[in-house]
């Protein structure tokens, strides 16, 4: 009779979990799809029209991507249209350097401080003890580029920088050239920073050559679905949950989200992270990732920006699935 007893307790127990497990499936698909029609005809914004290629992207075009730390890929709207990275590849290039040169090289040679002030501002140079503040706005990627640069090489550097975003999107990624050529015609304004910042100390290679280097980077063309897969690299601690590769240790992701939870919304990323809570990351070409660490990531691509340079509709795609689900990292779900 105890062990029929036993047997039903234990029965109803495992029973009692699977229950709790399926209670707490989540529709992804579902929850994208609410976001997708909730902005699709959102107006605000508009496109980047200092990159002649950006403002004839088409500004209608919307995509939405959930990929979970398992693999699972989640997509509504415009996925596989290809983009210009634009200032997410700063975030790549930051998990790059921290892995070649270890965190405390990034912390000592470029910062991890927010500037409130825009992407592309001289001002915060000066204003931070003529240091480039952090590795996720113009200066410090510029910056950043210039470590990779020369500590692999220029006759290495860009097979291995593009061999590593590859790795991270799990397929190969091409430059734009158009996007390039538009971007590499109008970077002046980057291009004194870069010589700035070599006034300073805080250049490691020649600065037009590094300002070239970190311009290219800008013009990789990926998807939204691209963005998603890299993006949950980090969710998923380092590890690329499509192709199971480490891309970057353990420990130095935090480190990574951190920063990006810091500035990676620019000047706007306190009230980011005030009303959502994601460690993000935007770029000029439309494009938002958000991290949800252990879990899953987002991307989405909607090319109107507002006027720090972020995605109108992705940002507010962003902000109702993270509600929806409640991922705000501070709710500590």
Aim: net charge neutral; charged share 20%; glycine share 8%.
């Amino acid at each position: 009779m105890k062990i029929v007893i036993t047997l039903l307790l234990l029965t109803l127990s495992v029973t009692n979990v699977y229950a709790q497990k399926r209670a707490k499936t989540v529709d992804y698909n579902a929850v994208i799809n609410e976001a997708y029609q909730l902005y699709k005809n959102e107006k605000g914004g508009k496109n980047a029209d200092y990159i002649p290629f950006l403002a004839n992207v088409n500004a209608d075009m919307y995509g939405i991507v959930i990929v979970t730390k398992e693999g699972q890929v989640y997509q509504v709207g415009e996925t596989k249209f290809e983009f210009g990275i634009e200032s997410i590849e700063k975030v790549f290039s930051l998990c790059m350097a921290m892995e070649l040169l270890g965190d405390t090289t990034i912390l000592n040679k470029i910062g991890a401080n927010q500037t409130g002030l825009p992407f592309n501002s001289v001002p915060a140079i000066e204003l931070d003890g003529k240091k480039p503040s952090n590795p996720l706005v113009n200066a410090g990627a510029m910056a950043t580029a210039s470590l990779l640069t020369s500590h692999l090489g220029h006759a290495d550097a860009w097979e291995k920088v593009t061999a590593y975003f590859n790795r991270f999107a799990g397929r190969n990624l091409a430059v734009l050239d158009e996007l390039y050529k538009s971007e590499a015609a109008t970077n002046q304004h980057n291009q004194a920073i870069a010589m700035l910042l070599k006034s300073y100390g805080y250049m490691y290679d020649d600065p037009l050559y590094a300002c070239d280097f970190y311009t290219k980077q800008c013009s990789y063309g990926v998807n939204t679905r691209d963005l998603g897969i890299m993006a949950a690299t980090l969710a998923n601690g380092g590890v690329n949950p499509v192709t199971k590769e480490r891309l970057i240790r353990e420990a130095y992701v935090p480190k990574v989200l951190a920063i990006m939870g810091t500035t990676g919304l620019y000047e706007t990323t306190g009230e980011w992270m005030f009303k959502v809570g994601l460690p993000s990351k935007s770029g000029v070409g439309g494009g938002i990732i958000s991290v949800v660490p252990g879990k899953y990531a987002i991307a989405v691509f909607a090319p109107p920006l507002d006027k720090a340079g972020n995605s109108v509709r992705a940002q507010q795609a962003i902000q109702y699935i993270s509600d929806k689900l409640e991922s705000n990292i501070y709710l500590g779900k």
